[in-house]
C-alpha cells in the first residue's frame, strides 16, 4: 500500500462549482495535514495546514481531516479560474525518524469560465 | 517566494557532465531542502540540511550531493548528469521541525534540468 494516494484527475469544473479534493494516507503517525497550491511552472506554496482530526476554514477553502478514515479534503466553494493549479497534500510526522514532508502526487484542477 | 532564489532557472547539459544547482535564501531559516518533480511521481525529497556543513540524505539521494558552507545557501551537484535526471528541482526553507507551523516548508521557483 502506498504512503499517499491523491488522484491525479485532471479535474475540470465551471466557474462556481464546488470542488472537493482528496488524499488517503496509510501512515497512522501522521500527524499535520497540509494542502499546497503549484500554479503551472511556478513552486508549491501552502495553502491550507490542519493540525489533528477535523475541519479548518479560510475563505472558500475548507481543509478537512478525519484521521480514523485516514482521509483528508480539500473544499473549494464557488470555484474560479485563478483556482486552475495543481494541489498537492502533504503529511508529516512530527518527532519521526526525519519528520519530512511526504507529498502526494497532485491533482490538477482546472476551473472554466 | 519567501525570499528563496534559484539559479540557475533553465539549464540543458549533457550526460557525464557535473552539474551544480543553487538555492539561495535571505529568511535565515535553519534547514533548506532540494526535491525533484517528475509526472506521475510528484516531489520527491533528495537531500536537506538542518545548519551548516550539517546534511542528510531524503528518498533519492542516489546520483546527488550536497553542500552547506554558508546558512543562506545550500548547493545541489549532479557529479556526471544522467538522462534519468531530467527533472524539475525545488529548493524549500523551513524555520523549523518542531512541528506546527514554524514547520512550513517555503518553495522556490524551480530549476528546469534537461540531461541530453
Known amino acids: 500500500q502506498k504512503e499517499v494516494e491523491q488522484d491525479p484527475g485532471p479535474l475540470s469544473v465551471p466557474e462556481g462549482a464546488i470542488v472537493s479534493l482528496n488524499c488517503t494516507y496509510s501512515?497512522?503517525?501522521?500527524?499535520?495535514f497540509m494542502w499546497y497550491r503549484q500554479y503551472s511552472r511556478k513552486g508549491p506554496e501552502l495553502l491550507m495546514y490542519?493540525?489533528?482530526?477535523g475541519n479548518k476554514e479560510d475563505g472558500r477553502f475548507t481543509a478537512q481531516v478525519d484521521k480514523s478514515s485516514k482521509y483528508i479534503s480539500l473544499f473549494i466553494r464557488d470555484s474560479q479560474p485563478s483556482d486552475s493549479a495543481t494541489y498537492l497534500c502533504?503529511?508529516?510526522?512530527?518527532?519521526?525518524?526525519?519528520?519530512?514532508?511526504?507529498f502526494g502526487k497532485g491533482t490538477k484542477l482546472s476551473v472554466k469560465p | 517566494d519567501a525570499g528563496i532564489t534559484q539559479s540557475p532557472r533553465h539549464k540543458v547539459t549533457e550526460t557525464g557532465t557535473p552539474v551544480t544547482l543553487r538555492c539561495h535564501q535571505t529568511?535565515?531559516?535553519?534547514?533548506m531542502y532540494w526535491y525533484r518533480q517528475d509526472p506521475g511521481h510528484g516531489l520527491r525529497l533528495i537531500h536537506y540540511?538542518?545548519?551548516?556543513?550539517?546534511?542528510d540524505k531524503g528518498e533519492v539521494s542516489d546520483g546527488y550531493s550536497v553542500s552547506r558552507s554558508k546558512t543562506e545557501d545550500f548547493l545541489l551537484t549532479l557529479e556526471s548528469a544522467t538522462s534519468s535526471q531530467t527533472s524539475v528541482y525545488f529548493c524549500?526553507?523551513?524555520?523549523?521541525?518542531?512541528?506546527?507551523?514554524?514547520?512550513?516548508?517555503?518553495f522556490g521557483p524551480g530549476t528546469r534540468l534537461t540531461v541530453l
Open positions: 524549500a526553507i523551513s524555520e523549523s521541525k518542531a512541528g506546527g507551523p514554524r514547520d512550513t516548508q517555503y
Open positions: 501512515n497512522s503517525a501522521f500527524q499535520y
Open positions: 490542519t493540525y489533528s482530526s
Open positions: 502533504a503529511f508529516t510526522n512530527y518527532g519521526g525518524s526525519q519528520g519530512n514532508l511526504i
Open positions: 529568511e535565515n531559516h535553519r534547514y
Open positions: 540540511s538542518y545548519g551548516v556543513k550539517d546534511t
